[in-house]
């Protein structure tokens, strides 16, 4: 049975008709603007704040992220971890769309999603120590790359999961070059001050189908209009080893990509240490833990 | 039973294995640079006979494209007209994708059809009298427009009806703003120099499914990672009123659009009045008249 509360100042999934709230959490600590608090200067702080979105050109070097994609070609040839359920294939085929906790079946992906030019950014954010919630490797292949609908991961977290307030920062690594036709990343800056409050009960195992192709959890048409009209969308475009910092409510989906370029990221997602998994906020049961991290392990400071 | 023919320059759905072939016709005619020849700009001509495709800006005006747009909603909501075979909708559910013939159905849409500031471009690049080969409306909807997947349209025209040479122009007027986010048509500038011959045999009937998501005819991976590699993707962005004229034979497709903005358009095929059809280069018969004119009716000119 979900966990019945008192106040839910993030409610979804409970009621007949979608609606959009206002945030009434911080995005950003007070700290962040702090000497020395980390690696971003005051006015990234101030567009994080204002956009929910950050964007970084060659966080990482080309050497790097060759090697990564081949670690990425290594690992979606691996019959033994296809067959595990941290891997997500596409809807209708066995191509992979999606590995979960990649730092656990990856030493070169742990050291990426502990390494200071992510983490760092995050804490500083934050304005505290963070573990991560969620990690994986995102492929979108070349010719047939299925998109992937708008959708505030803060919604699912919260309802599935049980992450009580957004106070989570997903960084996108691309690992190959972002274009505007390859399917990139669109998001509608300055949504994540609003909740899209969704329709519909969570089915039990939701995630087994979710992961192909969310239904249950995905705004409806007017909300996503309203959001549109009043934010706009973006679509940062950069070569590989460019990084979006992204607040985890803000809305967010992508294209499918028929050009002959693959779009694969990586995918890691920094939690405030003090923002903790509770019970799931509208689910029967909470989501696998290769899914959703129950563990805070913070990530040691370097 | 298809024509047999003693010589093809352009095969196609023959044999098992894909080809690139050079194009041997001529993409302008010479007398399209004499003074008083049409509209466009000798740099213009240049640019279509270089890429195959030439982007106009501010074509039509605001309002004559809101005209065009409430002309296009009315038709959608037509039962009647729905219940023809000239109207295709999207696989596997009754949203209307595209209608055909629309200079037959609508009165506004045949007057652009014939409109100068498309027909005379057409007439200045071929050298002579054109006849609309096709005409439609594309409605790809928001949030569930469908891609469109890579082809010539050529490859199609000449195989299923019996188009005998590269000599066509199309085109897509926007009847919505094209953004870099509403899937708009990309293209490979160039690449209308080069004919993907492709594998397999057209089945029976072949027009039914097609015109939904299009299989025989569909240039295989390697080619058109070899076109893309050679010539690059672009994708002319532009408000509505903009045209986008290009080759027949180019190759070309575009992305889904989960954005809330549809990407409406119309497009017409003018074909040089001596390109005539004969019967069809790779297919027992030839595809119904709505999809494919077969009578040469020259266009008036102004």
Known sequence: MPTTRTFDRYPTR????????DRTDPVVAASAREPGAGPLTTEQVDAFERDGLLFLEDVFTKD??????????????????????????????????SIFE??????????MARDAR?????????????YLHQTRVNFKPGFR?????WHSDFETWHSEDGMPTPRAISASIALTDNTEHNGPLM????????????????????????????????????????LAAEFGIVAPK????????????????????????????????????????EGPFAASAPRPSHIAHREVEVLPRS
Do not use: W
């Open 187 to 226: 998001v509608m800056p300055g949504s994540h001050t609003r909740f899209v409050s969704c329709v519909g009960e969570t089915p039990d195992d939701n995630y087994r189908s979710s992961l192909q192709a969310q239904e249950v959890g995905t705004p409806d048409e007017d909300s996503l209009s309203q």
């Open 64 to 97: 790097e992220t060759d090697r990564y994609l081949a670690e990425l070609h290594r690992l979606s040839a691996d019959d033994e971890l296809r067959a595990q359920e941290r891997v997500i294939t596409e809807r209708g085929t066995d191509e992979v769309r």
């Open 238 to 277: 950069g070569l590989a080893g460019s990084v979006v910092f992204f607040d985890s409510n803000i809305m967010h989906g992508s294209n499918g990509n028929i050009t002959p370029f693959a779009r694969s990221n990586a995918f890691f997602v920094y939690n405030a240490a003090s923002n903790a998994l």
């Open 14 to 21: 409970v009621a007949n008709e979608p609606r959009i709230i």
């Open 102 to 111: 990649i730092h656990r079946v990856s030493d070169l992906f742990a050291r």
């Open 118 to 130: 992510l983490a760092d950014v995050t804490r500083q954010l934050h304005g505290e120590d963070v």
């Open 145 to 149: 790359g299925k998109e992937f609908y």
